[in-house]
């Protein structure tokens, strides 16, 4: 069942489609993983399921309501944008005040338990931080209003490897106990794929896919293989690439990896091996396969 979902959402600026009919469904309890290039639409997105932007047509919804100028909707929810605001001269604490001012959910006994976790001076103002240290006290503040739906945008930007883990560690505490569901937009793919279930691919204002994890990555195989010489492929493999080293091929194919194995194991090879694939690799071959992949270019 979805907690959060777009339909049909288009939002233009100046001409420019940044949204096209965008389609997103985000199952209660999930972390859905959002992906794309620079560009694909992932931070208007985010912007229009944080209730910020107006949409030009569609809906934005929370539990089947309507999100703009919904200020329950809002009150459910927590977001980290990339670049976080604070006011001038606030401190950590400070903001704590005003959040817990808005936020009737503001569990101030988890604020001070939390305090361990981070190593903040909370009396500091938070302009005179670090990035990073700014990033903790966002993580800070968001999960001590205990949302049912907290939304980051490359959320562990500027943290140090052990406070990522810490991070990470508590976000997926509160999946687990409260049931938070998670919306994560980032590049760090290779994170993405040990905190996801869930992944929605974007490109061009529009959702490519959107599956869990464990369904795509069984719909995409890497095989290796080295055939006889003067052995074909059969034509009707759905081939997202092939590459070659010597006889070795690498063969990027749609399908289930233990149907194309047991197909492909009447031409003999010499020698075949199932490969699995990263959250990376799917992504670059959904996008285009070796059209999207880095280009050998001489100056």
Not at 163 to 170: E, H, P
Request: some cysteine; glycine content about 6%.
């Amino acid at each position: 069942m979805a907690i959060l979902e777009t339909k049909k959402l288009v939002k233009t600026f100046d001409g420019f489609r940044a949204l096209d009919e965008l389609d997103l469904s985000v199952p209660k309890g999930a972390v859905y993983g959002l992906v794309g290039p620079n560009g694909a639409g992932k931070t208007t997105l985010i912007r229009h399921l944080a209730g910020i932007l107006r949409p030009d047509s569609g809906e934005v919804l929370l539990d089947g309501s309507p999100v703009y100028e919904n200020t329950e909707a809002k009150r459910r929810m927590a977001v980290i944008p990339d670049d976080v605001f604070y006011y001038t001269q606030a401190s950590t604490a400070d903001m704590m005040k005003f959040y817990k001012g808005v936020w009737s959910n503001f569990d101030v006994d988890r604020y001070e338990k939390l305090r361990e976790a981070f190593t903040l001076d909370d009396k500091k103002p938070v302009r005179t931080l670090s990035k990073g240290m700014q990033k903790q006290a966002a993580f800070w503040l968001a999960l001590s209003l205990r949302p049912e739906v907290l939304i980051l945008d490359e959320p562990v930007d500027g943290l140090d490897p052990v406070m990522r883990r810490q991070v990470w560690s508590l976000v997926l505490a509160d999946v687990a106990e409260n049931g938070t569901t998670v919306l994560v937009s980032s590049h760090n793919l290779r994170e993405l794929e040990d905190v996801c279930d869930h992944v929605g691919i974007m490109n061009r204002g529009k959702n490519l896919l959107e599956r869990s994890l464990s369904e795509l990555q069984d719909n995409v195989a890497k095989i290796l293989i080295a055939l006889p010489e003067g052995t074909e492929l059969p034509k009707d493999l759905e081939m997202l690439h092939e590459s070659a080293t010597g006889r070795l091929r690498t063969l990027i194919l749609r399908g289930r990896p233990e149907q194309l194995t047991d197909r492909l194991q009447i031409l003999e090879p010499l020698f075949m091996d199932a490969v699995p694939l990263s959250l990376e690799e799917i992504f670059i071959y959904e996008l285009g396969g070796a059209d999207y992949a880095v280009k050998n270019i001489l100056l």
